[in-house]
């Protein structure tokens, strides 16, 4: 890993008047086999996401995700139409806001995509980001290895696949786009890889070392914090190894990393102040979430999404959600592991790279070890650090999606660097033969759990009742009619504000500011949520209505929203009539205009 490669032999001088035409030549030798190599991992994306394309419905597995996407597709679309602040949006959480550097906003993708989506909508944006991220991700590590790392290109298609397509990535996948954009990671680590190759060199690595982490910070943040510290174990690792070499290249390494710091510090400063110190910024995940660990007992199974898929019930045992199957990378894939542990050990870049991925495995298993499903007191190293700031953000088990680019880059070096030849292609038809089992299948799809947003809304009735700068409540509260109402926001262009909705927020007036999804839940919305969950009618008294006129005032809602085909819907009718008084039928929704009952204290 540490040397770099000519994968091309050097042509042989042509006569003077053909020497224009040899780098032409040149260039369509090599450039021919990557458009292929690009063409097939798009078609691989393409194979993946296709259910999406077809409009099958949307992604079984996580139908929330890509609502809270398209959202902030749109919401990047309205810095250009309406001049919307790019880190902090009003129209949702009302009346706190919402932080979005602190929620992925992925700004890197929704920005650019942003005349897509104002043309042909936010799904589309979507797909493009999903289908994208995928097939940039395995051919931009393809670049990388058949450039820099390997000199055999069958071992850097390999590896660029892995990279791309291995379980964990086709995981992610289901609503998580900004996670499968790893387009930018073998660069900042081919990057780093350079100072070494070029120590002279070190104001060009550390100015481009720069615009990367600028630019993967508007992808995914908790992509390039792995990314960083998989850099600094690894390095460490091959400088104990190699002391004298170290030594010499530490200054030049440390101007590069200090100019790279200065320029994205300057440039991230002001980004990076809302998220940590902006309005509802928020200090760690919820505490269920970093507790969220893998599985010991799941890198000898498949994902439910390979072709030797595993069951539902097998998946949900050893991973925390369908969208977080990091490590089923399966028996064959183990040993084949083993071999390219033997392979490589005798160098020392392979040494380190071989025990930093055993490091992140084992961090990836959570503060205490899970096995088969089953907690025990077996604590791991993520027990002592995940309060630690920027670790208490990182969710453990994606730690191990982190082992999918190491896992790439021993398959790739194991290949290139078996001899003899004969023994070489043995080598690699034993290395297919692992990876198959656990070869991607098309994403499953179902029909959305949220309902089709109301006519009241896609025929703009709404404007005739909410006012100018209007909250909305979509009512009974709770978790399904929050995202409806992020759904009715995507179909009017986010054009009214919103109580609640998806996304990590503190709780207000919780002094340790830990992040929470969705909205805390006043008196008057709690009891709204208990009659149309429980379907229990409720007694409403004056203490209610007094209680209604606090929440509401303090909340700023102007208008509550009934979709008449909502479940017990006439038990929830029922309840806020006896708050509000009689509501207006409007098209299919019930509507309750409260700004009087909020202004005076009595039914409007």
């Known amino acids: 890993m540490s040397s770099t490669v000519t994968p091309l032999a050097s042509e042989a001088p042509e006569p003077a008047p053909q020497l224009a035409e040899a780098p032409r030549r040149i260039r369509i030798r090599r450039w021919v086999p990557d458009a292929i190599v690009a063409a097939a991992f798009l078609g691989m994306a393409v194979f993946v996401t296709y259910g999406l394309w077809r409009g099958d419905g949307v992604l079984r597995e996580n139908r929330d995700d890509p609502i809270f996407f398209q959202w902030m597709l749109i919401h990047a679309s309205r810095i250009f139409t309406h001049g919307e602040n790019p880190f902090f949006a009003e129209q949702i959480n009302a009346p706190f806001g919402l932080n979005l550097m602190a929620n992925t906003s992925a700004l890197g993708w929704a920005i650019p995509l942003a005349p897509v989506t104002i043309l042909f909508g936010p799904w589309i944006s979507f797909l493009i980001m999903l289908t994208a991220g995928l097939a940039g991700t395995a051919y931009a590590w393809y670049h990388v290895f058949s450039r820099y790392l390997v000199s055999n290109r069958a071992a850097a298609i390999i590896g660029g696949a892995f990279c791309g397509f291995a379980p964990g990535m086709i995981s992610h996948a289901q609503g998580h786009p900004n996670i499968v954009s790893q387009f930018l990671v073998p660069f900042i680590v081919l990057r780093v890889i350079k100072l070494r190759e070029d120590p002279e060199r070190w104001r060009r690595n550390g100015l481009i070392l720069a615009g990367l982490v600028i630019y993967q910070t508007f992808i995914n943040e908790e992509v390039l914090f792995l990314t960083a510290l998989i850099m600094v174990v690894f390095v460490a690792l091959w400088a104990v190894q190699r002391r004298s070499e170290a030594r010499a290249l530490l200054v030049p390494t440390l101007k590069a990393a200090g100019l790279c710091l200065a320029v994205a510090g300057v440039v991230l400063a002001y980004p990076l102040y809302w998220q940590f110190f902006g309005t509802s910024a928020y200090h760690g995940l919820p505490l269920g979430v970093q507790g969220m660990g893998t599985d010991l007992l799941a890198v000898k199974s498949y994902s439910y999404e390979s072709v030797l898929g595993g069951t539902h019930a097998t998946a949900s045992k050893l991973a925390s959600s369908g969208s977080e199957e990091n490590t089923f990378f399966g028996v064959p894939l183990l040993y084949v592991l083993l071999g390219v542990a033997v392979v490589l050990v005798r160098s020392a870049a392979g040494r380190a790279l071989l025990i930093t991925t055993v490091w992140f495995w084992w ?12 907690a025990t007191e077996i604590k791991t190293p993520w027990y002592y650090i995940a309060e630690l700031p920027l670790f208490n953000s990182v969710v453990p088990t994606r730690i191990g999606l982190a082992l999918t680019p190491m896992i790439g880059v021993l398959l790739a070096l194991a290949i290139d660097r078996f001899q003899p030849v004969r023994f070489r292609i043995l080598w690699t038809s034993i290395v297919i033969a692992a990876l198959l089992p656990i070869a991607p299948t098309p994403l499953d799809t179902s029909p959305p759990h949220v309902p089709p947003t109301p006519v009241f ?21 709770g ?24 996304y990590l927020a503190p709780t207000p007036g919780d002094p340790t500011r830990r992040a929470n999804f969705g909205p805390a839940y006043p008196p008057t919305m709690r009891l709204i949520w208990y009659v149309g ?12 209505r007094r209680q209604a006129v606090k929440d509401f005032r303090d909340y700023k809602v102007t208008t509550l929203v009934l979709p008449v085909t909502q479940p017990r819907s006439d038990l929830v009718k029922n309840t806020v009539q006896q708050l509000l008084g009689p509501p207006r039928l409007i098209e299919d929704c019930w509507v309750w205009d409260v700004r009087q009952f909020v202004a005076n204290g009595v039914p409007g």
């Open 363 to 374: 961090l990836s298993l959570g503060p205490y070890v899970l096995i088969g499903g089953e």
């Open 533 to 544: 969950e429980g379907g229990v009618d409720a007694l409403i008294t004056d203490e209610h």
């Open 457 to 477: 809304f896609t025929s703009g009735a709404w404007r005739e009742v909410v006012p100018k700068d209007g909250v909305v409540l979509s009512t009974p509260p």
């Open 479 to 502: 978790w399904v009619p929050y995202l409806s109402a992020m759904s009715w926001q995507l179909d009017t262009n986010l054009d009214f504000d919103i109580v609640g909705g998806y």
